[in-house]
């Protein structure tokens, strides 16, 4: 041992013998891996122990004290002490739950490429899967699936529940549902992301944190006939990333009327709608007013959804509409209902209004015929932003706003925020009062720690992506961090970081992930200097935000250092934005397919059959 580390060792040797604090111990797995930042009694200190009982039963008969008794003065032996292992303490310094500075940071990523770069799997022979612990994921996500890809060949115990057998690029439902690409180009088998997990197509209903033991249950069909049944699965690790649903706010109409972007059949159900709205509006009999309202598309909601859904449908319109709809074009208007007084909230200021422009400009709609441009009026907008117009109810065929404005459509979209899945608020009841507390920051989302550990479980509860809520430091709920989150996790379990240790915490109610050794280039570079066992928290690192504003243009904010990002928009913004869209599938069919969808759009045009 070099004569630093001899120093180390025996400085925490002191400190953890001398030092005593009142903060329960929490219930852990057995770990050893503390063992050397903690005293243990030896032999000299029982005898000190012995001793001084011996002092206090001997004073009150006025007798020096002694270890030997004789006849004359029977003394009693006391029982011999029992030896126990003092409690193992920690002291987590403030440092830990604020950023690395940004430099440090973007230093560790770059080694953390280089790590990834000459990283090895273990081989078979060295790997037992059966004493590695089993680790069970809810949700095949951004975050489960960066889990999965990160912990490839990696020798862990995986087992995968969720009722989606598939990982999905949600980023582009938007072009999903308008045919632009086509929905088997953006999903990719969880089976394909790490062959070695186990995968179980179910869904969970209820966590059991004493027997570690979730209940799931698993619809079972036969022909005609489904029925359900349920299991129960043990685990040692419980990762949770089973994202979000739409949040409707309660506002009367939503769920029954409103379509949404969240899954595969949302976007078919849109796509099957659209067409169905033209179907619809060229049956004889119906008068103007009745086909313009047919014709409406009403989208709820200013952020990156709705506004690319927006803007994929005005593609669309603009593409396929002289070839099969020239007679209907002029009845097409598009609807994009915000509560705020602006679109796309997360961008710079500048990119919102370059968005608002490109979103209310004149049509450009490519009349091959000249027939088709008879029937238009001269200057034709398809968008019309309605900013500041809160929903209060909406019905079969109308939208009622809170200043008591009707508009009627003809396919509605809701696009205006998340909430938490059922299993979400269940888990947040169960572990009550600690993640009530933390409500008002967490807003429905299961409250975690900086190593993304649950609050208020033993340690063995882990939650990432949209459900989950860092209350040291608040990120958005984007693919962006869930993936990150992921990734981050899948190397600290390929790295052996024990995320249940024994012992109590000074300073803080939270114990943090220890390892043996820190290895690589970016565990040594992230470590705090003379903190060589701890894992570095979760550090989020803002790559920028995109989003499509149609007619081949696009918004990019492209993050640099921390606080300079560079701006782009148009065709250069839309370059952008295709060659990270591409670039993030998570496999190369994935982008072979995407690929050759754009390709043939731009060939041969959209789609309009109904299968």
């Given amino acids: 041992m070099s004569s630093r580390a001899t120093r180390i060792a025996i400085s925490l040797l002191l400190l953890a013998s001398t030092i005593s604090f009142q ?11 503390l063992s050397h930042i903690y005293s243990n009694p ?7 122990i012995l001793r001084q009982t011996l002092e206090k039963q001997n004073e009150g008969d006025g007798q020096a004290p002694s270890l030997s008794t004789s006849p004359s003065t029977p003394v009693e032996t006391p029982p011999p002490p029992t030896t126990t292992s003092p409690k193992k303490t920690y002291t987590v310094p403030s440092k830990y739950f604020s950023s690395r500075p940004y430099p440090k940071f ?13 990283y090895s799997p273990p081989s078979s022979d060295s790997v037992t899967k059966t004493k590695s612990p089993h680790v069970v994921i809810l949700g095949t996500g951004w975050g489960s699936s960066s889990f999965l890809k990160t912990t490839a060949n990696s020798g862990l115990n995986i087992t995968v529940i969720s009722p989606r057998n598939f990982f999905l690029f949600t980023p582009m439902l938007a072009g999903a549902s308008v045919g632009t690409v ?10 394909s ?7 179980l197509e179910a869904t969970a209903k209820t966590v059991d944190q004493q027997k570690k033991q979730i ?3 698993s619809v079972i ?6 029925t359900i049944s349920t299991f129960s699965i043990t685990y040692d690790y419980l990762i949770i990333s089973i994202g979000c649903t739409t949040n409707t706010y309660g506002i009367p109409g939503v769920l029954s009327n409103c379509n949404f972007l969240k899954s595969i059949e949302d976007a078919r159900r849109i796509r099957t709608g659209i067409v169905n709205c033209f179907e619809r509006a060229g049956l004889p009999g119906l008068n103007d007013k009745q086909i313009k309202d047919t014709l409406t598309f009403a989208i709820i909601g200013a952020g990156p959804t709705g506004v690319e859904f927006a803007s994929e449908l005005r593609d669309f319109v603009e593409a396929e509409g002289p070839k099969y709809y020239p007679t209907l074009l002029k009845y097409v208007r598009i609807k994009i209902i915000e509560a705020s007084d602006t679109v796309l909230a997360p961008f710079d200021e500048k990119l919102r209004e370059k968005a608002i422009e490109e979103l209310t400009r004149t049509s450009k709609i490519k009349y091959e015929k000249s027939a088709v441009k008879d029937l238009l009026p001269p200057s034709l907008k398809l968008t019309e932003l309605m900013l500041q117009s809160g929903v209060r109810e909406i019905t079969k065929s109308t939208i009622i706003l809170n200043d008591d404005h009707e508009v009627p459509y003809g396919l509605s979209v809701w696009a205006a925020g998340n909430g938490p899945m059922p299993f979400t608020l269940n888990l947040i009841k169960t572990l009550q009062p600690e993640q009530q507390t933390l409500q008002s920051i967490a807003r429905g989302r299961i409250a975690v720690d900086p190593w993304l550990r649950v609050i208020g479980s033993d340690g063995s509860l882990i939650s990432l992506g949209d459900c989950a809520c860092n209350v040291d430091d608040v990120l958005p709920g984007t693919a962006q961090v869930a993936g990150q989150q992921g990734e981050w996790l899948g190397k600290m379990f390929r790295r052996e970081y024990d995320f249940i240790p024994e012992g109590e915490v000074v300073g803080r109610d939270v114990t943090p992930p220890i390892t043996d050794s820190k290895e690589t280039l970016a565990e040594k570079v992230s470590a705090i200097e003379g903190d060589d066992k701890i894992a570095s928290p979760f550090q989020f690192l803002n790559l920028g935000i995109l989003a499509y504003t149609g007619g081949g243009s696009a918004l990019a904010q492209v993050q640099l250092t921390e606080g300079t990002s560079v701006k782009s928009s148009g065709s250069l913004g839309f370059g952008l934005w295709r060659s990270v869209y591409l670039s993030k599938q998570v496999s190369g069919r994935n982008r072979v397919l995407v690929a050759v969808d754009w390709l043939k759009t731009r060939i041969f045009g959209r789609d309009i059959t109904r299968l």
């Fill in 182 to 191: 086509e929905p088997r180009s953006i999903t990719e088998p969880v089976r």
């Fill in 193 to 199: 992301l790490n062959p070695d997990a186990q995968f």
């Fill in 221 to 226: 069909c036969e022909g005609n006939s489904c």
């Fill in 106 to 118: 973007l230093l560790e990523k770059a080694f953390e490429l280089y790590d990834d770069l000459t």
């Fill in 23 to 33: 903060i329960p111990l929490r219930s852990h797995l057995t770990s050893n891996r």
């Fill in 215 to 217: 209940e799931c249950e």
């Fill in 42 to 48: 030896d032999s000299f200190e029982t005898e000190k």
